[in-house]
């Protein structure tokens, strides 16, 4: 058994046991012929630091998330992808990464991008509850109760993460400002993308904290937030950022929130009919179970995919048909613990703010929540039906090919005559019959039998879980950051 499988049997009986005391907390009265069980509502102690942050902790955090100074190219910033006007995610399926300019929807490629980022950008909401213990869709941040690396965490970088992390949200910090099509950029553009390119992630590292402590303003806000330290290192600012987002992203204000604190009226009739259902015969609850709709496990339910994939799979069919030598599959949480029963699998997300925080889907393939709640109750249907060419994803403008001469790795612009080719990967594993029986057998959600009325009160339910505070948060955005750099997102456009 790996370690991976013996952790994973482990969370399980936790989570059971966790499920166990919610089921027989006092159920909350919906009318007055049958009750409902629902979980305990959210309190501060549900939350990093109790959620109360230090204050200079949560500044300075709050500086880093959307100061661009933290990628490579001194281009793009956390938030960038996740604005917190559009839901903490950009509103887009896939998104455009380093090489990109401007926000969501209008972003487009400026000099160039090597390709767009595979995976939808999470929604942040609650990301700092403590019952967190993995991140990124896949899991591939999470906790070690093994204690097998000093930091604490199974991470791709093993044992070069550093130790000193205080939380799984701020180990998670660490791994976006290494990924090339995120926020490092592309080898010999900057010495951070060179690093991480040649394997050296504990340089690519120092040098982002080498740019921070070269910066008067962030000389000063790191001495307040660690008073007790000397030098400035990625580990401090990771637990800051990760203090700004347990505090920032916090939204447990919503109807359902009032329904949990006792007051049965906080819900509409449609949607305390949508609750039934949610927590009864619809078994939403299988998977979105607790105060957070997410029982932080990894399912197989038969998504379609869209977009460039992970590079997994060994088929080569759309090398045959392109040209270019890679493979276009995504495999989930099988590329992590590489058990048989993950392929496919994506971590349950949770439900807060959910009309607000599509597309949907771990690839935002749904860009219409009612469809991704049909999808559920016949997936495998819903996966070859679905028609990939329908989904609109952020053209790319500008596309650089990566080749090698000799032994010199080269970029380059893309000869437009092979551009054809190169846009098949989009939905390639959605037109291959292959590929996408390959999904539709992994899939593990069985069918569902629901009205249209009982939709629209599920929906009803869906909507009773948006905090009215979260539909913009704009007022997070700082109008100036340390570096002088631009904030991203601009803090100074129109409000929706």
Known sequence: MSIFKSYKSSICAGTALSLTLLSVTAPVRADSSASLSVPEGLHDSDYLYDGKPPQALFELGRNLFFDPILSGN???????????????????????????????PSRR?????????????????NIGAREYRSMFHDGRVEADPLSTFQSGYWTPAREHLPPGLDTILAAQAMFPVLSDLEMAGQKGENPVATAVAEDRVSDAWDHLAK??????????MFAAAFPDTDGITMVQAANALAAFQSQAFRSDDSPFDGFLSGEPMALSDAARAGAYLFYGKAGCVNCHSGALQTDHEFHAIAVPQIGPGKGHGSDTSYWRASGFGRHTEDEGRYRVTFEADDLFAFRTPSLRN???TGPWGHDGAFDDLEAMVRHHLDSVA??????????PLPPLGSIIEQTAENSELIFRPLNGERRAAFDLRDRWVQSATALRGRIALANTLAPVALEDNEIAELMAFLDALTDPSARDRSDLVPQHVPSGLAPQPDPRRPRK
């Open 74 to 104: 001194r281009n793009i910033s956390c938030g960038t992808c996740h604005d917190p006007a559009r839901g903490t995610s950009d509103g887009v399926a896939l998104s455009i990464g380093e090489g990109g300019i401007g926000i969501g």
């Open 109 to 125: 490629t400026a000099d160039g991008v090597i390709d767009r980022i595979p995976r939808n950008a999470q929604a942040l909401w």
């Open 211 to 220: 740019r921070l402590g070269e910066t008067p303003s962030y000389q000063e």
């Open 354 to 356: 959910v009309t607000l």
């Open 382 to 391: 819903s996966l070859e039906a679905f028609d990939a060419s329908a989904v």
